[in-house]
């Protein structure tokens, strides 16, 4: 049972203070880091394919995903407050499920941020692509735009801007932080713009038929826009930097989830209600799924230009509305902000390759920090590659409920590991306390397993086999190098005899002879 040891609560603290990260985050970047990372490809791409599978009852699946990520945000901002460190959902499964389910959770985190990261930065080439033809009526070569997936060598304005994301990562977080908040600004503008001219153009009779595909579709099509909201779990990967973390973390997720919901429910209400969502049907009457070669041949042949059709469904709600420059505009803002999200989704999933290498499950150089930028850049620069290069020749795909699968891995540990530690670890400091825990922390569990029932079996299969893939990497490496299979004590500082080389530490509640929870 080796696998299962448990890390103490003591002990990560302790740890976390060995190769500490500079606090320079607060309140406010908290909450726009969390808003730079919710508001991007899924509102202003993803709304589309929802309205191809729900139509306007795609309400409905906004509804469900933010129902189900504010139970897990709930969780979070306990834990987040209780255990102040980088890691997330990997630093609290691993201090309630044991190093095994730990590591499948940081691994499902790759998934989350780092294939998320890609999926971004290929949306956003296709955004600076038209914004250059657009305003500069410059047109650049196919084969420079595209990967070898749509006929092309290599998505060139895609690996650019990961890049630049990669480049402000390493020079500072604060200065990252900085950045991120002005453009959260760019697109909090110019959804308000959207809000403020399509609701008021809304006429009823776009409503009809609400739930053309039935009741199931509103699930289905909350398991891809649950897209959109990803994000702001990433504000408790950023625990270690941030000023004041027991009240600003909690601040941080609940306020920057809640101010999207709204403005996703406002954005959806102005698309289907100034323009219209019904989905695209072929000739038996069936609604073929968003990204479909059935779908690429209706939409070549439709003249009404419906909005399921576009790739830039609020600029094409709005110039088709009569707003044709507003609509410019929001797709050159939609450029501008993108590449927040990369940013965010980046600085994640670097936090947590930091973390699962300083408890020694990675190469330990991976948790070395720039002596001047006092960032961990190469974990920082190792991650930019490898989102570089899933830019630079894959397609977005099924991208996005792949990420999906990933996520919903980790909310649903971190909705069992609340439970947990109420029950295993009642007394420790609490700033933030979940209300209603047994009612909240079932339901987000329940919530992200009916979710991920409903992604398609491609986004199923490639979670199974990416977790059989981190398995394989655990047993090979991380298995016998861990700090608590070498029996190190971070409590104690240094190698405690009493635990012997791969050994199971005693589970909390058990006393070592120094004193401390195990």
Same mark, same amino acid.
């Given at each position: 049972?080796?696998?299962?040891?448990?890390?103490?609560?003591?002990? +990560?603290?302790?740890?976390?203070?060995?190769?500490? #990260?500079?606090?320079?985050?607060?309140?406010?970047?908290?909450?726009?880091?969390?808003?730079?990372?919710?508001?991007?490809?899924?509102?202003?791409?993803?709304?589309?394919?929802?309205?191809?599978?729900?139509?306007?009852?795609? #309400?409905?699946?906004?509804?469900?995903?933010?129902?189900?990520?504010? #139970?897990? =945000?709930?969780?979070?901002? *306990?834990?987040?407050?209780?255990?102040?460190?980088?890691?997330?959902?990997?630093? @609290? /499964?691993?201090?309630?499920?044991?190093?095994?389910?730990?590591?499948?959770?940081?691994?499902?985190?790759? !998934?989350?941020?780092?294939? =998320?990261?890609?999926?971004?930065?290929?949306?956003?080439?296709? @955004?600076?692509?038209?914004? #250059?033809? /657009?305003?500069?009526?410059?047109?650049?070569?196919?084969?420079?735009?595209?990967?070898? @997936?749509?006929?092309?060598?290599?998505?060139?304005? $895609?690996?650019? +801007?990961?890049?630049?994301?990669?480049?402000?990562?390493?020079?500072?977080?604060?200065? /990252? =932080?900085?950045?991120?908040?002005?453009?959260?600004?760019?697109?909090?503008?110019?959804?308000?713009?959207?809000?403020?001219?399509?609701?008021?153009? =809304?006429?009823? *009779?776009?409503?009809?038929?609400?739930?053309?595909?039935?009741?199931?579709?509103?699930?289905?099509?909350?398991?891809?826009?649950?897209?959109?909201? +990803?994000?702001?779990? $990433? &504000?408790?990967?950023?625990? *270690? *930097?941030?000023?004041?973390?027991?009240?600003?973390?909690?601040?941080?997720?609940?306020?920057?989830?809640?101010?999207?919901? &709204?403005?996703?429910?406002?954005?959806?209400?102005?698309?289907?209600?100034?323009?219209?969502?019904?989905?695209?049907?072929?000739?038996?009457?069936?609604?073929?799924?968003?990204?479909?070669?059935?779908?690429?041949?209706?939409?070549?042949?439709?003249?009404?230009?419906?909005?399921?059709?576009?790739?830039?469904?609020?600029?094409?709600?709005?110039?088709?509305?009569?707003?044709?420059? +507003?609509?410019?505009?929001?797709?050159?803002?939609?450029?501008?902000?993108?590449?927040?999200?990369? !940013?965010?989704?980046?600085?994640?999933?670097?936090?947590?390759?930091?973390?699962?290498?300083?408890?020694?499950?990675?190469?330990?150089?991976?948790?070395?920090?720039?002596?001047? @930028?006092?960032?961990?850049h190469i974990v920082t620069i190792i991650t930019g590659a490898g989102v570089t290069l899933g830019a630079a020749f894959f397609p977005v795909g099924q991208l996005a409920s792949v990420s999906n699968g990933g996520t919903l891995c980790a909310f649903f540990f971190v909705a069992l590991a609340i439970m947990m530690l109420r029950r295993s670890d009642p007394d420790r400091p609490r700033s933030f306390r979940t209300p209603a825990v047994w009612i909240v922390a079932p339901a987000a569990a329940i919530g992200c397993l009916v979710l991920f029932g409903f992604l398609s079996t491609v986004a199923q299969l490639f979670f199974f086999g990416w977790a059989a893939a981190g398995l394989a990497f655990y047993y090979l490496y991380g298995r016998t190098r861990s700090n608590i299979a070498r029996g190190i004590d971070d409590v104690i500082g240094e190698l405690d005899p009493n635990v012997p080389p791969q050994g199971v530490p005693p589970l909390p509640g058990i006393h070592t002879p120094g004193g401390k929870d195990a």
């Open positions: 049972m080796a696998d299962w040891r448990v890390k103490s609560l003591d002990s +990560i603290m302790a740890n976390a203070k060995k190769k500490a #990260l500079t606090r320079s985050l607060g309140a406010f970047q908290l909450t726009m880091l969390g808003i730079g990372g919710i508001i991007g490809t899924g509102i202003f791409v993803l709304t589309a394919e929802a309205a191809q599978i729900a139509g306007p009852a795609m #309400l409905i699946s906004f509804v469900i995903s933010a129902v189900v990520c504010g #139970l897990a =945000a709930l969780c979070y901002a *306990e834990l987040a407050s209780m255990v102040p460190v980088s890691g997330s959902a990997y630093t @609290y /499964s691993y201090a309630t499920f044991g190093e095994i389910l730990a590591w499948i959770v940081g691994w499902a985190l790759v !998934l989350e941020y780092a294939v =998320a990261a890609s999926a971004v930065a290929v949306g956003w080439s296709g @955004y600076a692509v038209g914004v #250059l033809q /657009s305003f500069a009526g410059i047109e650049l070569p196919k084969a420079l735009v595209n990967g070898p @997936y749509a006929g092309g060598i290599i998505n060139l304005p $895609a690996v650019i +801007i990961s890049l630049g994301v990669t480049w402000l990562l390493v020079i500072g977080t604060k200065e /990252s =932080a900085m950045v991120n908040a002005v453009l959260v600004v760019v697109k909090v503008l110019a959804l308000t713009a959207f809000v403020a001219l399509a609701v008021p153009a =809304a006429q009823s *009779e776009n409503f009809v038929p609400f739930m053309p595909l039935g009741a199931a579709s509103t699930i289905s099509a909350a398991s891809i826009i649950f897209f959109a909201f +990803i994000g702001f779990d $990433a &504000v408790s990967t950023a625990a *270690e *930097e941030t000023k004041d973390p027991q009240r600003n973390i909690p601040i941080g997720l609940i306020a920057s989830l809640g101010i999207c919901t &709204v403005f996703y429910l406002l954005v959806g209400a102005g698309v289907i209600g100034s323009y219209g969502a019904q989905p695209i049907m072929d000739a038996t009457g069936a609604a073929p799924m968003p990204g479909s070669m059935e779908m690429a041949a209706l939409c070549e042949a439709d003249t009404g230009a419906m909005v399921v059709c576009s790739k830039e469904a609020l600029a094409h709600v709005l110039r088709s509305i009569g707003y044709p420059g +507003i609509g410019n505009v929001l797709g050159l803002a939609a450029g501008f902000a993108l590449p927040s999200v990369i !940013l965010m989704m980046m600085f994640a999933q670097t936090r947590v390759f930091f973390v699962m290498s300083r408890d020694g499950l990675l190469p330990g150089v991976l948790s070395k920090i720039h002596p001047k @930028y006092k960032t961990p």
